[in-house]
């Protein structure tokens, strides 16, 4: 174990878990990684081992029988997972967010159905936001819920269609924002986030929802990524999140900053493996008489990649510290994610070139961290719009008068 990506002031809980998944990391996901990434089949092992160590609940609260540890808790065991392979991560991510926002904004009778029940892995949560004309104007969505009938226990008829679910297939509770009419002048206080259970699987998942399939991607694969489409599905409005309509933009936006979070510190996990990789087969492979680490260019190259695996970690640990206190994090989470993704591809790309032509093939680890690393800086906002919500968020910290 080398010396990047240490954390100052964990807890003997939080060693001890980081201790146990990065055991399984190494001995579990490692060794089959590439081989299952290749034939883009579902870890179905490697889920129910972390199942077994409880990853599923870990910041679920205790009174619901999770482990009640803290998002920096999360954050480092994602960036364990993601060194191993960052498609496994992608399959706790949106069911660890689905688990905040009902920690956060669910009713006690929500909180009580289903958090139990995602502790165990039983019920598994999926995040769905974006459309497929959409990419990050939220404010842009066309997935409309119609109210049924008048009165507080009148229900909803979703019809719309969404994009990019991670975990579209194998979830069987989605997180769904769509259009609701609240006479509301913003069009941010006329969004609901719906609860929706489906069945696992594809095709006609629940009465008036279809997941058509997979979407065939460059990387992150092993994991599902689905469209939704719903036509004139029926829900109670005790499905809404937090009972209450006009709210949903606002709980989605809490659910992607610690999403943020999340994909920092996937792309710091992915960062420290190709690093990893770089300063072994440096000193493993030999030009013109010594090992090619001897030579300055390589040498220099390998310092510049460990100094940006440090930044990057600690910006993410500093983002996953501020949100734990109960503060807003939406700089530092942006900060973090852009920083981190940035850097992920720059030392990707640093120890694909370390490797020469042997980073071309695909028997090469490093050929499927450079087709991983691409999907970071996409992934919960690109950094152009980690950039906007900085700069806006600064300015109002900043103004003048």
């Given amino acids: 174990m080398g010396r990047l990506c240490e954390t100052d002031g964990l807890t003997e809980d939080q060693s001890e878990i980081l201790k146990a998944v990065r055991t399984f990391v190494n001995e579990k996901i490692l060794p089959v990684a590439t081989e299952l990434e290749h034939a883009d089949e579902y870890p179905q092992e490697i889920v129910d081992g972390l199942k077994e160590l409880g990853i599923f609940g870990l910041t679920i609260p205790e009174e ?65 936001m974006s459309e497929p004309g959409l990419g990050s104007d939220v404010s842009a969505i066309k997935t409309k819920a119609t109210r049924l009938g008048e009165g507080p226990e ?54 008036g929802l279809t997941i058509p399939g997979k979407i065939d991607k460059m990387g992150y694969k092993g994991v599902d990524t689905t469209e939704a489409v719903f036509d004139g599905l029926e829900i109670s409005g005790g499905q809404i999140l937090g009972g209450e309509p006009g709210k949903g933009f606002y709980q989605m936006m809490d659910g992607v900053e610690v999403g943020r979070v999340n994909v920092a510190a996937r792309a710091c996990g992915i960062a420290n493996r190709a690093f990893e990789l ?116 600064l300015l109002k910290d900043y103004q003048l008068g």
Wanted: hydrophobic share 40%.
């Fill in 64 to 128: 619901y029988d999770g482990l009640g540890e803290s998002l920096l808790t999360y954050a480092l065991c994602v960036e364990e997972i993601a060194r191993g392979w960052m498609s496994v991560s992608g399959v706790i991510n949106t069911h660890f967010i689905v688990a905040y926002m009902l920690m956060r904004h669910g009713t006690e009778e929500q909180k009580r159905k289903y958090l139990p029940r995602m502790a165990t892995g039983e019920v598994r949560g999926a995040f769905s």
């Fill in 154 to 207: 009148a229900g909803y008829s979703i019809t719309g269609q969404k994009m990019w679910l991670t975990n579209g297939g194998t979830s069987n509770l989605v997180a769904v924002l769509v259009k609701t009419d609240e006479g509301a002048e913003s069009v941010y206080r006329n969004m609901t986030t719906f609860l929706v259970e489906k069945e696992p699987g594809f095709g006609e998942t629940a009465p």
């Fill in 278 to 393: 770089a300063v072994a087969y440096a000193q493993q492979r030999e030009t013109f008489g010594k090992p090619i680490v001897e030579h300055q260019a390589i040498l220099f190259r390998i310092a510049e990649m460990a100094t940006k695996v440090e930044t990057a970690h600690a910006m993410m640990v500093r983002a996953a510290r501020k949100k734990d206190s109960g503060e807003r994090n939406d700089v530092e989470a942006g900060m973090a994610k852009m920083l981190a993704s940035e850097y992920c591809n720059e030392v990707v790309q640093d120890s694909f070139r370390i490797h020469g032509g042997y980073g071309y093939s695909k028997e090469y680890e490093i050929e499927r961290l450079y087709r991983e690393a691409a999907f970071m800086l996409i992934g919960e906002g690109t950094s152009d719009i980690q950039k906007m919500i900085i700069g806006r968020s």
